[in-house]
């Protein structure tokens, strides 16, 4: 075992804070520099110590946006995206479960082959096949509209295979019993497999809300109209978009704001989330 | 209930693998059937097959009148209780054993009425709004045969429901079972390896062996007359001694060997039929030297080997004896209970 001693213990501790310390100050940064006014950015020097401009610049960045920089109020951006991490987060789920289904419990030709393609995709991020996804939604004309934000996105390999995993866990038997009890495939989907598989259900829907919500690059491609930006591009088209200079204390902000419904995920859905990541229930 | 015809029936594997060959069987209405073997003989392949959950390669498979080679399990009106007993986790008791019949399109009446009727004879009815993990491994036992009984199906089929309990609650369940099913008159086709359950539990015992039946027959019936040398080995426990006759060959003998059927190469005699004492009764008799004594309670079993030629016997005996500390001592059995077999063909000779 780990020797316990005073010394190694206050090294690890030590270690410790200096990595979270090295995580934390970027959000501290930010957050401090949400609190100033937008002329203390200009003097180069970053304060270390809250500001009093705090609640003007919220209100300012909640009610009024940016209408200089091209995009819309921050509730827009935030429903917008909102919609956009659900939609992926609940697709993903609803596309994985089923497809794990169709893996685990029936065989049909080709379906280790399908299998092994659907693992394959894992090793692909959307970046590599952004273009040519582009070019198929731009063809279905799906540019500027919440169904180009998501569907591209909603196929997921990551899900489809741990929900294999996971169905690969339950005892044959339970099948078998849900068969005696009259239960066809989807009513044994349904009654069974749906509850047993909540907690992980749950777990993967945090992971991929946050996913849905973080999403970047693909946004920032497809939507030209502001209606349908969302708020992490937003941030990016406030520092760049303009003539000015960026408004640094409302770019954080909104950056803090951004930052908020992942974290209210995280907070709300913590319990099952752990549960669904270690615990099997049998 | 009804009673199940199978003809012929037989299953091979997608690899080839012969599991049950062409077993022939009528369980009569309200019977009570344990299959019996070790494990690998196909014991729970033929009773799945009953089931619906594997498909019938070949041969014939009718529950009452009609034949249910090509139904749905659910279709054949029959229930089953899985080892594992494959409770639903998430679903409470009540739930459990209402599914199937909600599957049915009961009404939400009638199902409450049922369910709370079968708890009641299972007594857990105290459990019904609990779920399985909060059970003991004998409580979940009783809610899987809830489950079972709930519906009240034409035959009943179970799949070592008990080996999963202690032994002193598998004893319990083991008679309650019993009474169960007397009262309830339900055909019922019961698999273990356990041959103590089998005899206990069953109005007709099944053995098999490597996917073919070795014989059928009630209990006592097996028990006392093997029809095969490997259902004289693997009924009874201990198991029966079995004595090559040129291992006992010996002059004292040659009166009492004439007297067996031809062919008879092998010689059974269960451990509670060896006697210390000589019987008045035509007789053979042998020299052994004790190797192990193993004090059980009530009986002891005293481990022995042939003089002749190291042939490992076991007897049933009261208690320890000055005998035993001899270097060699004379076993005695009666002709009348010796079980005559032939090694090549595995089967008794005297039939």
Not at chain 1, 21 to 48: K, N, R
Not at chain 1, 165 to 173: G, L, N
Not at chain 2, 300 to 314: A, F, G, T
Request: overall charge neutral; glycine content about 6%.
């Amino acid at each position: 075992m780990v020797e316990n001693d005073r010394w190694s213990r206050m090294l690890a501790h030590a270690i410790l804070i200096l990595g979270v310390a090295l995580v934390i100050f970027p959000v501290y940064v930010a957050i401090i520099a949400s609190t100033h006014d937008g002329q203390t950015f200009l003097s180069g020097t970053l304060p270390l110590l809250p500001g009093t401009q705090a609640w003007q610049n919220y209100t300012t960045v909640i009610f009024e946006g940016r209408s200089r920089a091209g995009t819309p109020p921050i509730a827009q951006m935030l429903w917008n995206s909102f919609i956009m991490a659900m939609t992926i987060a609940l697709g993903k789920i609803a596309i994985s479960l089923l497809s794990a289904f169709a893996i685990v419990y029936f065989r049909f030709p080709f379906r280790m082959f399908f299998f092994w393609i659907i693992f394959m995709t894992l090793m692909l991020p959307v970046e590599v096949r952004i273009v040519p996804t582009f070019q198929v939604v731009a063809d279905l004309g799906m540019l500027n509209s919440f169904a180009g934000l998501s569907i591209p996105l909603i196929a997921s390999a990551t899900a489809t295979f741990l929900f294999r995993q996971f169905f690969m866990t339950i005892p044959e038997e339970m099948l078998e019993a849900a068969r005696m009890d009259g239960a066809g495939p989807l009513k044994f989907f349904r009654d069974i497999l749906l509850p047993l598989s909540i907690t992980n259900i749950a777990a993967l829907f945090v992971i991929m809300f946050i996913y849905g919500w973080n999403q970047y690059l693909w946004p920032l491609l497809i939507t030209t109209d502001p209606g349908y930006y969302t708020i992490v591009m937003g941030i990016q088209r406030m520092v760049t978009g303009g003539d000015s200079e960026p408004l640094w204390h409302l770019v954080m902000a909104t950056v803090v704001i951004a930052a908020l419904p992942p974290i209210l995920v995280i907070l709300f859905m913590q319990r099952l989330f752990v549960k669904g990541l270690t615990e099997t229930e049998k | 209930m009804s009673s199940i015809r199978i003809h012929n029936l037989s299953k091979v594997y997608a690899d080839g693998t012969h599991a049950v060959k062409g077993i022939d069987l009528t369980i009569r209405d309200g019977e009570f059937i344990v299959l019996v073997g070790p494990s690998g003989c196909g014991k729970s392949t033929l009773l799945r097959m009953i089931a619906g959950l594997e498909t019938i390669t070949t041969g014939d498979l009718y529950i009452g009148e009609q034949r249910v080679n090509q139904l749905e399990p659910a279709q054949r009106d029959i229930a089953m209780v899985f080892q594992n007993y494959a409770l639903y986790p998430h679903m409470t008791v009540y739930q459990n054993m209402a599914y199937g019949l909600k599957n049915r399109g009961w009404q939400k009446s009638a199902i409450e009425e049922r369910v709370r009727k079968t708890a009641q004879m299972l007594e857990i009815e105290h459990h019904l709004t609990r779920k399985p993990k909060a059970l003991s491994g004998g409580q979940r036992q009783r809610v899987a045969m809830g489950r079972a009984l709930v519906r009240e199906p034409a035959a009943f089929l179970l799949d070592e429901p008990l080996s999963n309990l202690d032994a002193k609650l598998r004893v319990q369940m083991r008679v309650e079972i019993k009474q169960l099913q007397r009262r309830l008159q339900t055909t019922s086709l019961y698999v273990t390896h356990d041959q103590l359950e089998a005899m206990t539990l069953g109005d007709r015992l099944v053995v098999l062996n490597q996917g073919q039946i070795e014989q059928v027959g009630a209990p006592l019936e097996v028990y006392q007359r093997p029809e095969t040398l490997f259902v004289a080995s693997f009924i009874g426990s201990p198991n029966m001694n079995l004595i090559p006759v040129q291992a006992i060959n010996h002059p004292l003998n040659q009166a009492a060997l004439a007297t067996l059927p031809q062919q008879t190469d092998i010689l059974g005699v269960r451990p509670d039929k060896l006697l210390l004492q000589p019987p008045t009764t035509p007789h053979i008799q042998f020299e052994c030297s004790m190797t192990l004594f193993e004090p059980a309670g009530a009986e002891s079993h005293l481990y022995m080997r042939l003089c002749s030629d190291e042939h490992n016997l076991v007897m049933r005996v009261e208690s320890m004896s000055e005998l035993f500390q001899q270097p060699s001592f004379t076993v005695y059995a009666e002709i009348q209970h010796l079980h005559p077999f032939n090694q090549s063909s595995g089967k008794r000779t005297d039939s």
